[in-house]
């Protein structure tokens, strides 16, 4: 079976990218989930934070925004002593901060997914990349998305996080014209 060249042959790269990587995502939660893990990456390899899913699923209280957005101090220094995540005094306050942001867009639109996905008219962009170094690390698209975001108050997403973001979530097909995932999705 060919897939994308990035996974690695690792077993959690594998998974994620025969699973989930590039299937749309419609629920609220999934999408926030999403967002703290690509901001939590930023600088790092993603399977650092994939082998790290499970902790933060616990730290960030199931992927709940409503309960993220309510971490204060005391939280957010009891998740710096936290081995499971990436300790970044930065990274968990943008966390918490993009939480309730999060909520605000929820309110605004009524739903985060209706928000992201009428960047792309409600459908996947389907690229065509043959090889891995044809697949840009960010679009015109994620600098305008990133900068709408920005001008909301949104931390750690930039143009890179936020193409990253769009390939996980489904919002662009990158995976490869030769990975059997591409004719699925």
Not at 22 to 40: I, M, Q, R, T, Y
Not at 103 to 119: A, C, P, R, V
Request: hydrophobic share 40%; aromatic share 14%; charged share 25%.
């Amino acid at each position: 079976m060919k897939r994308c060249e990035w996974c690695f042959n690792d077993e959690a790269y594998l998974e994620y990218h025969d699973k989930e990587w590039g299937v749309p995502v419609k629920d609220d939660n999934k999408w926030f989930e999403f967002l703290v893990l690509e901001s939590a990456q930023a600088g790092l390899s993603w399977l650092t934070i994939l082998r790290k899913r499970e902790n933060y699923r616990k730290a960030f209280m199931a992927f709940d925004p409503e309960k993220v957005s309510k971490f204060g101090p005391a939280v957010i220094e009891e998740l710096l002593q936290n081995p499971g995540i990436i300790r970044n005094r930065q990274k968990i306050e943008a966390a918490v901060n993009n939480a309730g942001l999060f909520l605000e867009i929820q309110t605004k639109f009524g739903s985060f997914n209706d928000y992201m996905w009428q960047f792309v008219d409600g459908k996947p962009i389907k690229n065509r990349w043959e090889k891995m170094s044809d697949i840009p690390a960010q679009t015109p698209l994620s600098v305008k998305i990133t900068k709408e975001m920005k001008n909301l108050g949104f931390r750690f997403f930039g143009p890179v996080i936020c193409y990253a973001h769009m390939q996980a979530t489904g919002m662009v097909n990158d995976h490869l014209t030769s990975c059997f995932r591409y004719s699925e999705l």
